[in-house]
């Protein structure tokens, strides 16, 4: 399966951004669409996913209330609508996949329990 992120770019504090990420086929239907993200210097960080099956999401405390995950069963694609962005938000984003979801909601904040990656996407945020 091949996953394919696009959007991100360059917004100012407190403006907004919207990322995709399409999956090439529906592998990850029994199990999660994530997104991660990692700035200079930084280890790969978690930031939200999506149990596939339910909807169900979970976010980092550091976006919630200003990301949103979200979903298009029909194009196998998730979402990552970012608003009132701020400086720290600032890293490059990765969507993952996984095939099944781990019902410790801790692990499936992991990066090392996701097999799929997408290329990542720079988003810079200005002050």
């Known amino acids: 399966v091949q996953l394919q992120a696009s959007g991100g770019g360059l917004a100012q504090a407190g403006g907004s951004l919207r990322l995709s990420c399409a999956a090439s086929?529906?592998?990850?239907?029994?199990?999660?669409m994530g997104w991660f993200r990692q700035a200079p210097g930084k280890e790969r960080e978690f930031v939200a996913v999506?149990?596939?099956?339910?909807?169900?999401?979970y976010y980092a405390d550091s976006v919630k209330g200003r990301f949103t995950i979200s979903r298009d069963n029909a194009k196998n694609t998730v979402y990552l609508q970012m608003n009132t962005l701020k400086p720290e938000d600032t890293a490059v984003y990765y969507c993952?996949?996984?095939?099944?979801?781990?019902?410790?909601?801790?692990?499936?904040?992991?990066?090392?329990?996701?097999?799929?990656w997408g290329q990542g996407t720079q988003v810079t945020v200005s002050s």
């Open positions: 086929d529906r592998t990850f239907s029994g199990g999660a």
């Open positions: 993952a996949g996984r095939r099944t979801w781990i019902v410790n909601i801790a692990s499936m904040m992991s990066p090392q329990e996701y097999g799929s």
């Open positions: 999506m149990r596939w099956s339910i909807g169900r999401t």
